[in-house]
Protein backbone atom coordinates (compact mmCIF):
# COMPACT_ATOMS: atom_id res chain seq x y z
CA UNK A 1 0.00 0.00 0.00
CA UNK A 2 1.40 3.29 -0.92
CA UNK A 3 0.30 6.59 1.03
CA UNK A 4 0.41 9.97 0.01
CA UNK A 5 -0.17 13.18 2.51
CA UNK A 6 -1.87 16.16 0.91
CA UNK A 7 -3.14 19.74 2.91
CA UNK A 8 0.10 20.83 4.57
CA UNK A 9 1.35 24.57 4.17
CA UNK A 10 1.92 27.83 6.16
CA UNK A 11 -0.31 29.42 8.45
CA UNK A 12 -0.24 31.72 11.42
CA UNK A 13 -0.67 30.57 15.15
CA UNK A 14 -3.95 29.20 15.94
CA UNK A 15 -5.07 28.60 12.05
CA UNK A 16 -6.55 25.65 11.03
CA UNK A 17 -5.59 22.88 8.55
CA UNK A 18 -6.64 19.12 7.57
CA UNK A 19 -3.83 16.94 5.97
CA UNK A 20 -5.04 14.26 3.99
CA UNK A 21 -4.04 10.51 3.39
CA UNK A 22 -4.75 8.83 0.39
CA UNK A 23 -4.19 4.79 -0.11
CA UNK A 24 -3.47 3.00 -3.09
CA UNK A 25 -5.15 -0.08 -1.51
CA UNK A 26 -7.49 -1.16 1.11
CA UNK A 27 -6.77 -0.21 4.99
CA UNK A 28 -9.97 -0.75 6.36
CA UNK A 29 -7.81 -3.45 8.25
CA UNK A 30 -5.07 -1.49 9.51
CA UNK A 31 -4.22 0.87 12.17
CA UNK A 32 -3.27 3.73 10.82
CA UNK A 33 -1.56 6.95 12.37
CA UNK A 34 0.03 10.53 11.98
CA UNK A 35 4.08 11.21 12.22
CA UNK A 36 5.90 14.32 12.88
CA UNK A 37 9.67 15.33 12.41
CA UNK A 38 11.32 18.11 12.80
CA UNK A 39 15.18 18.82 11.69
CA UNK A 40 17.87 16.92 14.18
CA UNK A 41 14.56 14.56 16.09
CA UNK A 42 12.95 11.15 15.48
CA UNK A 43 10.11 10.89 14.00
CA UNK A 44 7.42 10.85 16.69
CA UNK A 45 3.85 9.76 16.37
CA UNK A 46 1.00 12.68 16.47
CA UNK A 47 -1.96 10.58 16.62
CA UNK A 48 -3.33 6.84 15.70
CA UNK A 49 -6.47 5.75 14.76
CA UNK A 50 -7.62 1.89 15.44
CA UNK A 51 -8.67 -0.32 12.16
CA UNK A 52 -12.16 0.19 13.18
CA UNK A 53 -12.17 3.68 14.06
CA UNK A 54 -13.19 2.69 17.99
CA UNK A 55 -10.06 4.01 19.34
CA UNK A 56 -7.67 6.91 18.59
CA UNK A 57 -4.87 8.25 20.16
CA UNK A 58 -3.52 11.68 21.04
CA UNK A 59 0.12 13.09 22.20
CA UNK A 60 -0.61 15.47 25.05
CA UNK A 61 0.70 18.21 22.97
CA UNK A 62 -1.89 17.78 20.60
CA UNK A 63 -4.92 16.48 22.87
CA UNK A 64 -8.22 18.98 22.38
CA UNK A 65 -6.66 20.48 19.15
CA UNK A 66 -6.07 17.60 16.49
CA UNK A 67 -9.02 15.18 15.77
CA UNK A 68 -7.99 12.11 13.32
CA UNK A 69 -10.63 10.01 11.07
CA UNK A 70 -10.69 7.48 8.69
CA UNK A 71 -12.99 6.73 5.82
CA UNK A 72 -12.09 3.26 5.13
CA UNK A 73 -14.34 3.14 1.83
CA UNK A 74 -12.86 5.70 0.13
CA UNK A 75 -9.11 4.94 2.01
CA UNK A 76 -8.45 7.70 3.41
CA UNK A 77 -7.04 9.22 6.84
CA UNK A 78 -7.88 12.42 7.85
CA UNK A 79 -5.56 15.05 10.39
CA UNK A 80 -7.39 17.91 11.26
CA UNK A 81 -5.54 20.50 13.56
CA UNK A 82 -7.22 23.99 14.72
CA UNK A 83 -5.33 26.26 17.45
CA UNK A 84 -1.95 25.37 15.36
CA UNK A 85 0.91 26.72 17.42
CA UNK A 86 4.80 27.28 16.16
CA UNK A 87 5.39 23.85 17.72
CA UNK A 88 3.44 21.69 15.65
CA UNK A 89 5.83 23.12 12.32
CA UNK A 90 7.35 20.09 10.96
CA UNK A 91 7.31 17.29 8.25
CA UNK A 92 4.07 15.04 9.06
CA UNK A 93 3.32 11.36 7.75
CA UNK A 94 0.86 8.97 7.27
CA UNK A 95 1.78 5.70 8.48
CA UNK A 96 0.03 1.83 8.01
CA UNK A 97 -0.01 0.43 10.83
CA UNK A 98 -0.87 -3.43 12.27
CA UNK A 99 -4.18 -5.24 11.10
CA UNK A 100 -6.86 -6.02 13.25
CA UNK A 101 -5.30 -3.16 16.13
CA UNK A 102 -6.64 -1.13 18.22
CA UNK A 103 -5.29 2.66 19.20
CA UNK A 104 -2.48 3.63 19.87
CA UNK A 105 -1.25 0.43 18.67
CA UNK A 106 2.90 -0.70 19.21
CA UNK A 107 5.24 2.10 18.19
CA UNK A 108 7.13 -0.11 15.93
CA UNK A 109 4.59 -1.71 13.89
CA UNK A 110 4.41 1.03 11.32
CA UNK A 111 5.07 -0.91 7.81
CA UNK A 112 4.17 2.16 5.25
CA UNK A 113 5.03 5.91 5.11
CA UNK A 114 4.08 8.85 2.96
CA UNK A 115 6.47 10.81 1.61
CA UNK A 116 5.27 13.70 4.05
CA UNK A 117 3.47 16.97 4.31
CA UNK A 118 5.69 19.99 5.37
CA UNK A 119 3.63 22.66 8.20
CA UNK A 120 4.58 25.71 9.03
CA UNK A 121 3.51 27.26 11.89
CA UNK A 122 4.59 31.10 12.27
CA UNK A 123 3.85 33.15 15.20
Known amino acids: VQLVESGGGAVRTGDSLTLSCAAS???????MAWFRQTPGKERSLVAS????????YYVDSVKGRFSISRDNAKNTVDLKMNSLKPEDTAVYFC??????????????????WGQGTQVTVSS
Open 95 to 112: ALGRPWTAAPGPRGGFTS
Open 25 to 31: GSISRYL
Open 49 to 56: IGWNARTA
